[in-house]
């Protein structure tokens, strides 16, 4: 089982075919909302953005938080924090993009590696 989920969405009306592979996580991670209003329009953006401000905002709030660790685990938890909001960002807006399809009325199928 792959852990980045490769899906086509497929609009049955028009024929158009979107698709969500690996590039699309990179690009969900380092654009956050953007990447939702220019993979699926509007209609999920602020629900993105949300999203996009609460990873920011735990990230802020992180270098507060780490000085209450013992010191042998502050250096660790502070650099895998960074790549660790970018992968819950990534996730968090193609769960945004595929409420946004689905909400169309487009159909989902996950594809195969």
């Avoid at 990230?59 to 502070?78: H, I, S, T």
């Avoid at 895998?80 to 487009?106: D, K, T």
Wanted: charge should be positive.
């Amino acid at each position: 089982m792959a852990v980045l989920t490769h899906y086509q969405f497929h609009n049955g009306k028009t024929g158009k075919v979107s698709l969500v592979t690996g590039w699309s996580y990179l690009a969900a991670a380092l654009l956050g909302s953007i990447y939702v209003l220019l993979k699926a329009g509007p209609t999920q953006f602020l629900p993105a953005l949300f999203w996009q401000l609460a990873c920011l905002a735990g990230l802020a709030v992180l270098p507060f938080v780490v000085g209450y660790l013992p010191e042998n685990l502050q250096l660790l938890v502070l650099l895998l924090s960074l790549p660790g909001a970018l992968v819950l960002q990534s996730f968090l807006m193609i769960g945004c993009v595929r409420q946004s399809f689905r909400a169309r009325g487009w159909g989902e199928r996950l594809e195969d590696d």
